[in-house]
């Protein structure tokens, strides 16, 4: 009876645990248990290290976030009536325009400030 009582235990677990992946970064319970490790190791400040992690992994899913609306924003531009959540047109921006997460601008583009074109090249005399 035990045996089928811990497969069942066994098949629930794996069943919860079989989700699709998320591509935000962690939040606060990942960067706390980052930084309580982090304060136990500096002179057993793990509640500090804790709440500082906490306080780090809010704010680096938050600009994460911020970015992503922001992409979905300017495919919204690009695609006016496309449907679907702000993740999922991120994520169509990251493609069409080989950006990654993180980043607005394709690292191998132009070194130009956003909204202005690069300078033309030389035009050689005849």
Not at 69 to 81: M, N, T, V
Not at 84 to 91: D, H, P, Q
Request: proline share 6%; with cysteine; hydrophobic share 35%.
């Amino acid at each position: 009876m035990k045996k089928y009582l811990m497969l069942a235990a066994a098949a629930g677990l794996l069943a919860t645990s079989i989700t699709t992946a998320d591509a935000e970064p962690g939040g606060c319970l990942k960067y706390g248990a980052a930084g309580a490790v982090g304060g136990h190791v500096a002179n057993h400040h793990g509640v500090l290290g804790a709440m500082g992690g906490c306080v780090t992994g809010m704010y680096v899913r938050h600009r994460y976030r911020k970015e992503a609306r922001a992409k979905a924003a300017l495919y919204d531009k690009e695609h006016p009536g496309a449907k679907g959540s702000y993740e999922e047109k991120a994520t169509a921006y990251d493609v069409e325009h080989s950006t990654t997460p993180g980043q607005m601008t394709n690292p191998g583009a132009s070194s130009a400030a956003p909204g202005t074109s690069p300078a033309p090249a030389a035009q050689p005399q005849q």
